[in-house]
């Protein structure tokens, strides 16, 4: 089973500040890998798939980068819709396995 | 539009089945391009993919759970479903349904755009 670990595990920041969420696999999962935004009380919502294409309907604040093991989701520019919870998400390998998560709250 | 709708009990006894049912509106459960999965999240804790199933039946189950989770879809009636057996309090989660991600052009199996509202399944007797 790959394990995802994300870190870090909260980042407090204020609104209009960048975000950067790390997400590292125990093996590579070469690009196959997803990050989601979860906010309390409902689904995950997916923002990026194969590390780095933005979903329908994502707004470009959003970006993911690596391959590998290595990856990052950032947000450029926080807005107050996105305090949330991120997790990452990997395909190469089953089982689908998550990530952590990542809350990003205001500081 | 495509929704999504987990439906069954909210609590169940440790040692018996706990079974749900996806129905699909908006969209055929048959397309050849759609995968259908299910996963859940224990309160305060993070995801966990339970297993998947594509239109023609195919299932990839979680090895953790393999032994007691059964998938199914039923195409009359635009559903898929969960049977998990002998729950106990570990198998407390709310339980999600969710759909591929379709983009313009490409289908993407493993990835999951649609979701249900999720269902709280509580064991406990």
Known sequence: ?107 | QLQLQESGPGLVKPSETLSLTCTVSGDSISRSTYYWGWIRQPPGKGLEWIGSIYYNGNTFYNPSLKTRVTLSVDTSKNQFSLTLSSVTAADTAVYYCARNYCGTTTCYTEYFQHWGQGTLVTVSS
């Open chain 1, 1 to 107: 089973e790959i394990i995802l670990k994300q870190s870090p595990a909260t980042l407090s920041l204020s609104p209009g500040e960048s975000a950067t969420l790390s997400c590292r696999a125990s093996q590579s999962v070469s690009s196959d890998l997803a990050w989601y935004q979860q906010k309390p009380g409902q689904a995950p919502r997916l923002l990026i798939y194969d590390a780095s294409n933005r979903a329908t309907g994502i707004p470009a604040r959003f970006s993911g980068s690596g391959s590998g093991t290595d990856f990052t989701l950032t947000i450029s520019s926080l807005e107050p819709e996105d305090f949330a919870v991120y997790y990452c998400q990997q395909r190469t390998n089953w089982p689908l396995t998550f990530g952590g998560g990542t809350k990003v709250e205001i500081k």
